[in-house]
């Protein structure tokens, strides 16, 4: 494709370099408006400079991606809810043997989640647990930090669903979950051993360090109530009908002080005494009985007890004044109207526990469902809207309060980028550099492909990875297709590993960077800075190393 004319190709660099700021900057000094908005603007701008007329604006959005996206999201706020990453942040500290042991943990849980739930989502749920969970320990929140962040985006890579620009190499290429996985799960394995090998060496001293003993005795773990380690969740999510329900809560009783007021014979007495020792369970029962008119009666209550012996039925009254125990033991009274409101109580409790197992796990088999169809090869997206429509329908409730939680502004964001990028093509300046470079980056070779992930890296961090797929992703396709089919389909597969992989060179590389910097920084009382040199200094190595060690995979694949 030849250059546009000069008009259209000035005009078109304008509104993509816009863009580009505000999506690489979101908050520059002299337009702080974000990225959704950065975003529309770009696209308004190309269609007001006729770089691209509104119908094909129109049609550059390509909504089987912003569907996957939305049923993703969707799976993912009900996962959250149904306590799918709590079980996660107790597997992080479960019989952890130490900092390198906790390192290596996150490392591998955040690499499977991210591939399963997407970066973004595992960043933002794990980030201040893994924060407070090192604070706890006395132990440098920093390995613990780029771990989260770096294995995250490495192990996004091993699926479709894993991050956005994966989702949009899916839907191009046409390739299936099933085969997406193949090629690339290999080399996240041996990349998210290899970065946690980094991290080891690279903060082998720091880790080494002994948590400070108090008071002379042995340093060990501190203990936490699961309540505030594991409740961090990422969307203030409405569980009325899924709380957790804990029945000891609804019968503290106190123990019971045994007092009589008057005695009207020896005799009746130790009968008394004798049948208060017989049966503690009907004891029991009958202050449950009482409980309810004891809170509203401060005077006399009487009540009357039945002497059933072989000598006959008597009649007995206790009298319990203002002045005396709260709690009263009543013997051989017969149920009351209080007992059978308790006993509903508990069945109300026990039935709501098991609804709450019943959605539970009726949310982790639509999931698995919704995966297992990925691997069959049905179409993506409406596969994860299925998935989404489903959880909605089956959780009984106005989804409104559900849906209030998708992310709106990155379904936007996306909508805008696709128009911006695609002007951008028409302006003909990316056809022709990658003409330039073209005959040099082919896959055949190994020059050829350290090449083309060179361009990537550089292009991933400077245009962000998923402007870099819209861009490169038609382009080193075609190229690869003039070797052969399997080549066609490995040059997508390098192109996914390597912009995903891109994302740990530097803070600004990738969304979940961001997000671990931006969650540390306000955590409430764990809050600590992830500088940009302290990422750079890890990223760089890291980044290299693994990128060329899953090159290698890639390609044999």
């Not at 995250?152 to 991050?163: F, Q």
């Not at 989702?167 to 191009?172: D, K, P, Q, T, Y």
């Not at 911006?420 to 055949?444: A, C, H, M, Q």
Request: hydrophobic content about 50%; proline content about 4%.
């Amino acid at each position: 494709m030849a250059l546009a004319g000069t008009s259209k190709v000035v005009l078109g660099c304008v509104a993509f370099g816009i863009f580009w700021v505000l999506a690489v900057f979101p908050t520059v000094p002299f337009m702080p408006v974000g990225r959704t908005a950065g975003s529309l603007l770009g696209a308004m701008l190309m269609v007001l400079f006729r770089v691209i007329s509104p119908e094909d604006a129109y049609a550059a959005i390509d909504l089987p991606i912003i569907g996957l996206l939305f049923g993703t999201m969707v799976v993912s706020i009900f996962l959250e809810r149904a306590d799918m990453f709590k079980y996660l942040g107790n597997l992080l500290s479960w019989k952890s043997r130490g900092s390198k042991d906790l390192l290596f943990r996150v490392c591998i849980v955040s690499a499977i989640a991210s591939a399963l739930f997407t970066n973004d989502t595992c960043c933002v749920v794990l980030t201040e647990f893994i924060l407070k969970v090192a604070r706890q320990n006395n132990l440098p929140p920093q390995p613990f930090l780029l771990a989260l962040a770096s294995s995250s985006n490495i192990g996004s890579a091993a699926t479709p669903i894993g991050n956005p620009q994966n989702l949009v190499i899916a839907v191009e290429s046409g390739i299936s979950f099933g085969q997406f996985l193949l090629g690339v799960f290999p080399a996240m394995i041996v990349g998210v051993l290899t970065n946690a090998a980094i991290l080891l060496c690279y903060f082998w001293k720091y880790l080494s360090v002994e948590k400070d003993q108090e008071g002379g005795q042995p340093a060990g773990p501190e203990v936490v109530a699961d309540d505030e380690v594991t409740s961090h969740r990422f969307t203030p999510a409405r569980m009325s009908h899924v709380s957790s329900l804990n029945p000891d809560d609804m019968d503290c009783i106190s123990e019971p002080i045994i007092r009589s007021n008057s005695v009207r014979s020896t005799s009746a007495n130790e009968n008394l005494r004798s049948r208060s020792v017989n049966s503690e369970a009907d004891i029991q029962l009958a202050i449950k009985s009482l409980r309810a008119s004891s809170m509203s009666h401060e005077m006399v209550e009487v009540s009357t007890v039945t002497d059933r012996r072989d000598e006959g039925a008597s009649s007995r009254k206790f009298t319990r004044t203002a002045s005396q125990q709260r709690s009263v033991i009543i013997e051989d009274s017969p149920p009351s109207p209080g007992s059978n409101g308790e006993k509903e109580k508990e069945d109300e409790v026990v039935e709501k526990k098991w609804r709450v197992f019943v959605w539970k796990t009726a949310v982790y088999l639509i999931t698995l469902g919704m995966l297992i169809a990925l691997l069959m090869g049905l179409n993506m997206s409406w596969t994860a809207i299925t998935a989404a429509l489903v959880l909605l329908a089956l959780d009984f409730t106005d989804a409104q309060a559900c849906l209030e939680k998708v992310s709106y502004s990155l379904l936007i964001f996306f909508c805008g980028m696709f128009i911006t990028v695609d002007g951008f093509n028409k302006t003909g300046i990316p056809n022709t550099l990658w003409e330039l470079v073209e005959p040099y980056s082919r896959i055949d070779s190994a020059k050829g492909v350290a090449l083309l992930a060179v361009v990537i890296l550089i292009l991933s961090n400077v245009a962000s990875n998923v402007p870099t797929v819209l861009l490169l992703g038609t382009r080193v396709a075609a190229s690869a297709a003039a070797i052969s089919h399997d080549s066609e389909r490995k040059a997508w597969l390098i192109l996914a590993w390597v912009s995903t992989v891109a994302g740990n060179l530097t803070l600004l590389g990738s969304a979940a960077n961001l997000i671990v910097c931006e969650q540390a920084r306000r955590a409430q009382f764990f809050g600590y800075n992830l500088s940009f040199w302290s990422h750079l200094r890890f990223g760089v190595p890291s980044t290299i190393v693994v990128t060329a060690i899953g090159l290698l995979i890639v390609t044999s694949y």
